[in-house]
């Protein structure tokens, strides 16, 4: 047959000479290459790629792997990712809507708002599932999750708190029961923690369950991925996650995720062609983030604030004035470009706009608030002192020098009209005598060393009393033995009077001189020279404003906002005093015993925006001298109590209208922004980089680090192509009919 076509090939190719031969191979090539061109055209614009099934992604991460286990990540942000993907909660919370939603079950709310049902869905199994050993997720394991938690032996009390006074009991297989005491409008935040199988922790102690190491490196959740294995190499750990196939919506596309935790950034660096995403982008000191080429940024931030929290413990916090004049002299703007932020913040309420009663810094505003608690700049309160000891001297029967030059052993003799008074008269208890001369005047003289009403060196009162010890008139006089001190009090006392001219405006507007222009030095008021450093305030006791300022080790941006706030503060005349602990841990030894005047930290408020753990009176700490009474609980920083802010708090909380919770919340606004409690500074930024061969990634609004991974079914690598609906092969020569027809109408037009 082969033969016979080859035959018919060549009699039919005989008839042309070769050059006709070549023009026909030309043309059939030509041919067959618009065809190619066409079909490919067609191919093309008749179909859509679509995301497909397979791939891995691998991320790289700063930090320590520890046990993987949902009760205990609340300080590690690198395991919370991993757990996020082997665990799945009752419910979860949707970073798109920004809602909580069905995840391993639906739930059902009581119309008083106090019960919780919950219906877990069909076919959920555990990973250590097997065809031959299936593993189901029940109600059991549901009760024993949360049940375990109200145990007061369970070692985390973070978590135990949310389910006091929570009543849970299995209704049946599949459906269990939270009573609560009151309503609590948040309770479903608490249900998106990761189911645990109460079979792998049969036989220990509720006590003992943060040391269970053998589940902690193999894990049994029924999220989205399996654990596959650790594995411990020259630069990383490696965690690698299998996809687990389940029947529950959405499908993950991705075949594995491979978490890379480094030592440091440097080591992640060294291996950065073998990864595709970078978990937390380091920024560089101005405040960019550091995303190494052939990556992507993503920017975003999670309901968190930094704040400057006032010890309202300490005397001097308790003035409410105090705290208003820091707040107004914290130059936010200055602090957030120093970093690199941008999103300022002036309220703990993050999901209400207070852009309409935003702070401004405002240094003379700050100035006059602390101004009216009664803190003073030292020359200030010398100035104010030294011209009501010129009032007292301007009156009455006493006229002397305000400063002498007297040296031990000398007499100051002091004379005056002799008009009302008489030797019944005197002066620091010395009589008064007439005058020699005869004129109706009178004399004393005060000693200054030893006896009565002897002069000592520096301020004295000088006291004219009558003849039952009445004192009738007063002098401030100052006595010095030394010639520089003598110069520098007799210079004062003309400062005073150029001031007093200046205020009074009898002097050319040149000469005039404010209480700026003046200093204190070695207890004598001068003029301020440019080199000067402003002084720290007193008040009337003489004591100096000095504050403690604590923060963390890390983040290092946390060290640097201190610093920058010390220098507004010193210049509104304030001491403020860093202290950095060497370790985290020592740090946060420290808050607890609420060890600092001011503190640096950040709070965040997750998925649900509650307020409540941070300012009602129930979070602050009751510091005794045991350390066993400290509450690990207790996140009031500012050791805040207020009635009115207490039941907006616990309003919030509770059942409520959309309309009454927005009302509530603009009146703790209000409440929060007129005592001051705390100076609200900024909201962090943070940067997640990846491959642009990772694709489908939508971060939306997280609430958590590891929330970026709430939409990884989203996530893919692998594409395909596939025809629209309604078309196929078969529409080729339609679509090419279309395609002439087109070319026709162009033609006529």
Not at 566 to 575: A, I, S
Request: charged share 25%.
């Amino acid at each position: 047959m082969q033969t016979f076509f080859r035959f018919i090939v060549d009699k039919a190719l005989g008839v042309y000479v070769r050059w006709e031969r070549w023009i026909l191979v030309v043309l059939v090539a030509f041919f067959v290459l618009s065809a190619c061109v066409l079909l490919f055209r067609f191919y093309r614009q008749s179909t859509l790629l679509i995301p497909a099934t397979g791939g891995t992604y691998i991320e790289g991460s700063v930090g320590e792997l520890q046990p993987l286990n949902p009760w205990f990540i609340v300080t590690n942000d690198v395991n919370r990712d991993i757990v996020s993907l082997v665990f799945s909660g009752l419910l979860k919370y949707n970073p798109q809507t920004k809602d909580i939603e069905d995840d391993l079950a639906t739930f059902e709310v009581s119309k008083d708002a106090k019960i919780y049902t919950v219906q877990l869905k069909e076919k959920l199994f555990w990973h250590d599932s097997t065809e031959e050993n299936l593993h189901p997720v029940t109600a059991d394991d549901v009760v024993f999750t949360y049940q375990t938690l109200q145990n007061p032996e369970f070692p985390n009390s973070l978590l135990r708190q949310n389910f006091q006074g929570v009543t849970i009991e299995k209704i049946n297989e599949r459906t269990v029961q939270f009573r609560l005491e009151e309503p609590y409008g948040f309770f479903p935040s608490n249900l998106t923690l990761g189911l645990l199988p109460k079979k792998a922790f049969d036989g220990i102690p509720v006590k003992l369950l943060d040391q269970t190491i053998d589940f902690g490196f193999a894990p049994v959740g029924a999220g989205p991925y399996k654990l596959k294995n650790i594995v411990e190499t020259e630069l990383s750990t490696e965690v690698t996650l299998e996809r687990w196939t389940r029947d529950l919506a959405p499908v993950y596309r991705l075949e594995r995720v491979v978490f890379r935790i480094f030592p440091d950034y440097q080591t992640l660096l060294s291996d950065l062609r073998n990864l595709d995403g970078l978990r937390l982008v380091p920024h560089t000191q101005q405040g960019e983030p550091a995303v190494p080429n052939r990556f992507t940024a993503r920017n975003y931030s999670i309901p968190q604030y930094v704040a400057l929290f006032f010890n309202l413990d300490r005397k001097a916090l308790q003035d409410q004035k105090l705290r208003l004049g820091l707040q107004l002299g914290t130059n936010k703007q200055e602090i957030v470009d120093s970093i690199g932020e941008s999103v300022i913040v002036d309220t703990p309420l993050l999901e209400i706009d207070n852009t309409d009663w935003r702070y401004s810094f405002d240094q003379n505003a700050a100035q006059g608030a602390l101004f009216e608690s009664q803190w003073y700049f030292p020359e200030k309160l010398h100035l104010q002192r030294l011209l009501e000891q010129r009032e007292a001297n301007d009156t009455g029967f006493l006229k002397v020098e305000p400063v002498v030059f007297l040296d031990t052993g000398a007499v100051l003799t002091i004379e005056g009209p002799g008009a009302g008074l008489s030797g019944k008269n005197k002066i620091n208890g010395i009589p008064l005598q007439a005058h020699p001369t005869q004129s109706g005047s009178w004399k004393v003289a005060l000693p200054t060393y030893p006896g009565t009403g002897s002069l000592k060196l520096g301020l004295n009162l000088i006291r004219l009393t009558d003849d039952k010890n009445r004192t009738i008139d007063s002098h401030y006089l100052r006595r010095t033995s030394n010639a520089v001190q003598y110069q520098r009090a007799t210079q004062e006392q003309k400062l005073v009077d150029q001031f007093l001219q200046s205020r009074a405006g009898t002097i050319a507007e040149a000469s005039r001189i404010t209480v700026a222009e003046l200093t204190v030095e070695n207890g004598y008021l001068r003029r301020r020279k440019a080199m000067d450093i402003l002084g720290y305030r007193i008040n009337d006791a003489g004591q100096q404003l000095a504050l403690t300022l604590l923060t963390s080790p890390s983040p290092p941006n946390h060290q640097k906002a201190a610093d920058i706030v010390r220098n507004q503060w010193e210049k509104l005349g304030v001491k403020v005093t860093i202290d950095v602990p060497e370790t985290r841990s020592a740090f946060e030894e420290r808050l607890l015993k609420r060890d600092y005047d001011v503190v640096l930290f950040g709070q965040s408020l997750l998925d649900n925006l509650d307020s409540y753990p941070y300012w009602h009176s129930s979070g602050v700490q009751q510091v005794t001298e045991k350390r066993s009474d400290l509450r690990i609980d207790a996140y009031n920083l500012s050791q805040y109590a207020g009635f009115e802010a207490d039941a907006l708090l616990e309003t919030i909380r509770g059942k409520t209208s959309e309309a009454e919770r927005q009302s509530s919340l603009k009146k703790l606004q209000d409440i929060l922004k007129r005592d001051v409690p705390a100076v609200f500074l900024y909201s962090p930024e943070y940067t997640y980089a990846h491959r642009d061969d990772i694709l489908g990634i939508e971060l939306g609004h997280l609430s958590l680090h590891s929330d970026r991974f709430l939409t990884l079914y989203r996530w893919y690598v692998h594409q395909d192509r596939v025809f629209e609906a309604g078309k196929g092969w078969l529409s080729f020569f339609s679509w090419l009919s279309s395609l002439f027809t087109q070319e026709e109408q162009e033609k006529s037009v």
